[in-house]
């Protein structure tokens, strides 16, 4: 689809920030993958920090280090402050503001209507933590986006504008990798098996219910590899617990890893054991997808349409049981049972979730609104 403007319109991105925010990857790979014959890219982040900053900032987008939402407090100075980010809005002559941020925040999209520019935004989380704010940012909305099918029908049935758009991911950079036994400071021995969760160590990740489900496998060749930041209150938890109760030996914490692939090709399964009713749609899981991985996960929204075509591998929420039952059968598959299942899995996220696709959806929903 070609524009009919002589020259590409300006698209922000905007997002808090690419160090603590779950979409950075995401808004990376947009950023990266849209077509700058069309459009020119802008993304604008509260800060500089963080590892993933630097890939972000060697791309060929203009990145401005600036706030785009603002405290509501206090009131007697809001006004002045949302005016101000109008003025970086029309400054810039941006054509349409997309936003990743998380939160409902309704600053952002008033100072974009002061500036008389089309702004939407992408609903990530299934929480409504605050309905009356999130009403004001969506009626504020010339548009939104969703990632699962669960989400329109749970807060958006009064709203015509809003479409269903998953999220993709590079499946080239994700590709199917044979399983090793070693990295870094990790050996596995020839018949261990291996699971995997890579995971924001939170109390609604689940993870002391993998770490149940350890306890009812209970051999010790399954081994449980566990990516991601550790040092918080409940990552704590977590790693006290598997001392505790003497899983050390068979469950290892890696800490925070920027780039997830080689631990991936360490496992034979992956599990995401979230123990809420609701997920956005988490993208580790799908990592493990494309990266040619059998992946269990909890029957829960966000989770189940990621896994819509591979039904027996999902299971209850808060049940370490079942876990280990479908581990086991893994475990018990055949050497080509299980290779045809892992391609099926790589097969499904490029498919559905590849980011050529992600992106195309996008371009065509910016250039709907900026000819409109």
Same mark, same amino acid.
């Given at each position: =689809?070609?524009?009919?403007?002589?020259?590409?319109?300006?698209?922000? $991105? !905007?997002?808090?920030?690419?160090?603590?925010? /779950?979409?950075?990857?995401?808004?990376?790979?947009?950023?990266?993958?849209?077509?700058?014959?069309?459009?020119?890219?802008?993304?604008?982040?509260?800060?500089?920090?963080?590892?993933?900053?630097?890939?972000?900032?060697?791309?060929?987008?203009?990145?401005?280090?600036?706030?785009?939402?603002?405290?509501?407090?206090?009131?007697?100075?809001?006004?002045?402050?949302?005016?101000?980010?109008?003025?970086?809005?029309?400054?810039?002559?941006?054509?349409?503001?997309?936003?990743?941020?998380?939160?409902?925040?309704?600053?952002?999209?008033?100072?974009?209507?002061?500036?008389?520019?089309?702004?939407?935004?992408?609903?990530?989380? *299934?929480?409504? /933590?605050?309905?009356?704010?999130?009403?004001?940012?969506?009626?504020?909305?010339?548009?939104?986006?969703?990632?699962?099918?669960? =989400? @329109?029908?749970?807060?958006?049935? #009064?709203?015509?504008?809003?479409? *269903?758009?998953?999220?993709?991911?590079?499946?080239?950079?994700?590709?199917?990798?044979? #399983? !090793?036994?070693?990295?870094?400071?990790?050996?596995?021995?020839?018949?261990?098996? %291996?699971?995997?969760?890579?995971?924001? $160590?939170?109390?609604?990740?689940? $993870?002391? %219910? $993998? %770490?149940?489900?350890?306890?009812?496998?209970?051999?010790?060749?399954?081994?449980?590899?566990?990516?991601?930041?550790?040092?918080?209150?409940? /990552?704590?938890?977590?790693?006290? #617990?598997?001392?505790?109760?003497?899983?050390?030996?068979?469950?290892?914490?890696?800490?925070?890893?920027?780039?997830?692939?080689?631990?991936?090709?360490?496992?034979?399964?992956?599990? !995401?054991?979230?123990?809420?009713?609701?997920?956005? *749609?988490? *993208?580790?899981?799908?990592?493990? =997808?494309?990266?040619? @991985?059998?992946?269990?996960?909890?029957?829960?929204?966000?989770?189940?349409?990621?896994?819509?075509?591979? #039904?027996?591998?999902?299971?209850?929420?808060?049940?370490?049981?079942?876990?280990?039952?479908?581990?086991?059968?893994?475990?018990?598959?055949?050497?080509?049972?299980?290779?045809?299942?892992?391609?099926?899995?790589?097969?499904?996220?490029?498919?559905?979730?590849? %980011?050529?696709?992600?992106?195309?959806?996008?371009?065509?929903?910016?250039?709907?609104?900026?000819?409109?």
């Amino acid at each position: =689809m070609k524009s009919n403007r002589n020259k590409p319109a300006r698209i922000l $991105l !905007t997002i808090p920030n690419f160090d603590s925010a /779950g979409s950075g990857k995401v808004v990376y790979d947009l950023a990266k993958q849209i077509d700058k014959e069309l459009f020119e890219v802008h993304i604008a982040c509260s800060n500089d920090k963080g590892p993933f900053f630097k890939l972000v900032s060697a791309l060929d987008v203009t990145i401005h280090i600036t706030n785009t939402t603002c405290s509501y407090r206090p009131y007697i100075s809001l006004p002045s402050k949302i005016f101000k980010i109008a003025g970086f809005f029309k400054k810039n002559h941006f054509d349409l503001i997309h936003s990743w941020h998380w939160s409902s925040d309704w600053t952002e999209p008033l100072a974009a209507k002061i500036a008389g520019i089309k702004w939407i935004y992408t609903k990530k989380a *299934m929480s409504w /933590g605050s309905p009356r704010n999130w009403k004001i940012r969506s009626r504020l909305a010339s548009f939104i986006t969703t990632i699962n099918p669960d =989400m @329109r029908k749970l807060y958006f049935n #009064k709203f015509n504008n809003i479409r *269903m758009l998953p999220l993709g991911l590079d499946t080239n950079y994700y590709s199917f990798q044979p #399983k !090793t036994f070693q990295y870094k400071e990790i050996t596995f021995q020839q018949n261990d098996f %291996v699971i995997i969760s890579v995971v924001n $160590l939170i109390k609604s990740k689940g $993870l002391e %219910v $993998l %770490v149940d489900a350890m306890k009812f496998i209970n051999e010790p060749t399954v081994k449980l590899l566990v990516v991601g930041d550790y040092s918080s209150e409940y /990552g704590q938890h977590i790693f006290n #617990k598997v001392k505790s109760e003497n899983l050390d030996s068979r469950i290892i914490f890696t800490g925070k890893v920027l780039d997830v692939r080689s631990y991936i090709a360490l496992a034979d399964v992956f599990v !995401t054991p979230t123990n809420v009713n609701w997920e956005g *749609m988490p *993208m580790a899981p799908v990592e493990a =997808m494309a990266s040619g @991985r059998i992946v269990i996960g909890t029957d829960t929204s966000g989770i189940n349409f990621i896994l819509d075509d591979f #039904k027996d591998f999902l299971i209850p929420p808060n049940n370490p049981a079942a876990i280990a039952e479908k581990i086991l059968m893994v475990k018990s598959m055949t050497p080509d049972k299980k290779n045809e299942l892992q391609w099926n899995y790589r097969r499904k996220a490029i498919d559905a979730f590849a %980011v050529e696709t992600f992106a195309t959806n996008y371009q065509k929903l910016y250039q709907e609104l900026i000819n409109a």
